[in-house]
Structure formats: C-alpha cells, structure tokens
C-alpha cells in the first residue's frame, strides 16, 4: 500500500494549488455575492485540463487518474465551492457518461469540446417531484421518425443556465418504470428547450443552478446514450464517479475553514493570551484536521478502486457520506473558533459554512449514501 502520490500528481497539485489562489481565490467573494457564473475563469482552467481531468487525451481530456482529479476538485474548492462544482459536473456528470456510453461519432460532436472546455455541460435527472427517488422522473421521449419529441421539466440543474447541453434523463417508455428511462444530449439552442427559473440558494451561489424546461422538444435519435431503457442505469453509475467529486469538494471547502480557523486562533486574543492557547480551542482544531485527514483518505481510496477498473459504489457513497458530513462539522467548529467573527461576511468561514451543507444533500443525500452502504453491509 502506497500513500505517496506520483510525482506528476503532486506537479499538477501545485500547479492547481497555485492557479486556485491566484485565479479563484481572488474572485470567490464576488462569485458568491452576485451569484454570476465564472465562464473566464472556466475558460482558464480548461487551458489547465481542468475540465477533463480523468480522461485521454485522445477524447481531448488531460489523461490524469481519478485521484489525481480528486486533488483537482479539492484544491479548487478549497478556494470557491462553486468553481469547484461546475467542474466537477463537467468531468464526473457530462463528460464522464459520453466516454463510458458514447459512440464515436457522439464522442467527436458531445464528448471533445466539453473536455476540452470550449462547451459546458450539465446533467438533469431530477425533477420537481422526483430527486431521491428518480425512478419517478415524468419527462417523457416520445420517439417519432428520426428524433424524440421531450415534454417536461427538470429542477435544480448546476450549470443549467450556462451549458451548451444537458444529458437528460426521459422516459421513453413509462410502462417500464425505470426500465424504460433513456438518457439524451439536448442541446441548448434546440427549439422547445428553455432554460426555466434560476434556484436562490443558501450557497454555491454561482452554479447557475436552474430548472431546464422541454416542450415538445424534437431532438435526433443519433443524441440517445446507450439503448433506449439504459438510462437509469447510465445515470446512477455517473453518481458513483460524481460523488468521489463531491466528496472532494467537501473535503477542499472543509480545509480552508479549518486553515483560516487555525490562522485566527493563533491572532485572537483573549483573557491576555491567543485563543489557541485554550486546550478547547485546540481539541477542536484537532477534530478537524483529523476528520479533514480521514475524509481525503477515504476519497482517495475510492478514486483508486475507480482507477483500477473494480466496482467502486460502496467506497464512492462511503467517501461522500463521511466527507460531506465531516465539512459540516469542521465548518461549523471554524466558525466557533473565529466567535462573533466567524458570523461576519467580513471573514470567509461564513461562507464555507454555507456552502458545506449542500455536500450532504446533491447527488445522492446522506440518507440515500446510508441506503447504498447499508445495502452492501448487511450482504456481507
Ligand atoms: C444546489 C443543488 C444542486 C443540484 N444539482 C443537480 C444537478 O446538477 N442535476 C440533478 O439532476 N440534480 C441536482 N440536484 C438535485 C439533488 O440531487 C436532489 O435535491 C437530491 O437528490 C435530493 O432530492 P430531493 O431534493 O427531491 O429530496 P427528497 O428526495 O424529497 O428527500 C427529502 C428528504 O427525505 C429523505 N429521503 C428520501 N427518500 C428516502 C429514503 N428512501 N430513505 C430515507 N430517507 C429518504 C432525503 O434524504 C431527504 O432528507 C441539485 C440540488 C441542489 C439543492
């Protein structure tokens, strides 16, 4: 067993580390006050192969390993949550299942300028009245000739507002249930597709998190992903590989709480001494680096399994539940540690704290990652 990283990992976590602080860094305060997406910061981090971290660079990705896109997406997150997610949507949710399902001709139109950054991508499965249970999805494909004809309406869609296209998750034939869910690229620009009302959240506030509206959509059934019925199937095992980026996400927003929660215990002073000085203070801070420690352990264990070809469900929901919960905590014991301050939007704790909560609720709740685990645990 070997914890070391390779060398070009730990290249490319430098240079992802420094291009964070000198590019996202600077703008995350403003990202997440005006809620506008970062496209010229996009635009820069697809030069970094940032945008198709995991893939060859025959598909136009960067040809890195998954734990190598685990540093990625925490670095990033590690200096805006929101960067963080547009990215890993962009690898894990729209890149990923093209080079997994896509044919070749869809590789060159749906896969290359996605992973090569020139196109954003989004993925839309939920629905207003279906998250956690998506098998209940209504969006319906009604094939008619060469195309499919989409009625219906997807929610909470990150990069919704500004992609060039959305896999959508339809069924095609509702008998079926899940069995008769199909997965279909629609491009934005198709007559039929709107890009419905943008999501006023607590954080990530630039994702362009917004509703995706189909009526009577026609799009070529040359932009179906695998067969017609396969597509719940395409969509939960892009979950899989969409958590080991969340986790890291969770994981990056959780280290910079405990880092400027660290930084301000050793400035603050109370009762004539640094705060840090207080074995309370100090526990906690322990808890966090231990718990941030755990959280990349168990992530990086999952990236690997994933590199190695094995199933890697169980350790994906595993690395999700713990680091997603794990940021939570360490957020909030950041903002304990910087007291009346830590409330301020002055200080960015403040905005980690709101931006760790939604790690335990997209792509899979806790509750659902329980389910998956417990699932596994009780076989066993
Ligand atoms: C900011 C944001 C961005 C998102 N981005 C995307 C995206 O890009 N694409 C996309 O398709 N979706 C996206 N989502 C949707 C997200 O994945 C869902 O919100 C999530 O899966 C939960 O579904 P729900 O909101 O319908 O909650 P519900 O399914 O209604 O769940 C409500 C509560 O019930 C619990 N619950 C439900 N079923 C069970 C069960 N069987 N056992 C125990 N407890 C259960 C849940 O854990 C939760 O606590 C996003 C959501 C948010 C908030």
Redesign the pocket.
């Known amino acids: 067993m070997d914890f070391e990283l390779t060398e070009e990992q730990k290249l490319l976590q430098n240079s992802v580390r420094e291009f964070a602080e000198s590019e996202v860094r600077p703008l995350a305060k403003e990202h997440d006050e005006t809620g506008h997406f970062p496209r010229a910061l996009f635009k820069k981090a697809a030069e970094l192969g940032l945008t198709a971290v995991a893939f060859p660079e025959s598909e136009g990705g960067a040809g890195f390993d998954h734990v190598a896109y685990t540093i990625v997406i925490e670095e990033i997150s590690r200096c805006c949550a929101s960067t963080g997610v547009i990215l890993s ?1 962009q690898n894990s ?1 729209y890149c990923d299942p093209l080079h997994r399902f896509g044919t070749e001709e869809q590789k060159n139109k749906f896969l290359q300028p996605y992973a090569r950054g020139e196109k954003i991508g ?5 629905e207003p009245q279906a ?3 998506a098998a209940a999805l209504q969006t319906k494909a009604v094939r008619k000739g060469d195309t499919y004809v989409l009625n219906g309406t ?1 929610a ?3 990069n919704g507002g500004a992609a060039d296209a959305a896999i959508v998750y339809a069924n095609t034939d509702p008998a079926k249930g899940e069995k008769g869910i199909t997965a279909i690229v629609v491009e934005n620009g198709t007559p039929g597709f709107k890009v419905g009302k943008e ?1 006023k ?1 607590l954080g ?1 506030n630039a994702t362009a ?1 917004c509703e995706l509206v189909f009526t009577d959509c026609a799009v070529p059934v040359a932009n179906r992903i695998g067969n017609e019925g396969e597509g719940y199937k395409v969509a939960l095992s892009t979950l899989d590989g969409g958590r080991i980026g969340i986790a890291a996400q969770a994981t990056g927003i959780a280290r910079d709480a405990f880092e400027a929660a660290l930084n301000y215990s050793q400035q603050r002073l109370a009762f004539g001494q640094p705060i840090s000085q207080f074995q309370a203070i100090q526990f906690m801070l322990v808890d966090m680096s231990t718990e941030i420690d755990a959280a990349r352990l168990l992530n990086r264990k999952a990236a690997w399994k994933q590199d190695t070809g094995a199933r890697f469900s169980m350790d994906a929901a595993i690395a999700k539940l713990f680091a997603s919960e794990m940021a939570t905590r360490v957020t909030h014991k950041a903002m304990q540690i910087h007291g009346g301050n830590g409330y301020s939007r002055e200080y960015p704790v403040e905005r980690n704290y709101r931006d760790a909560r ?1 790690t335990e ?5 806790s ?2 990652q329980r ?1 998956v685990i417990s699932s596994r645990v009780l076989k066993s």
Not at 361 to 365: A, F
């Open positions: 949507v949710l989004c993925y839309a499965l939920t998250g956690s249970n997807k909470w869609i990150t999501e959240k990530i998190c939604i609720i997209y792509e899979g709740t509750e659902i389910l």
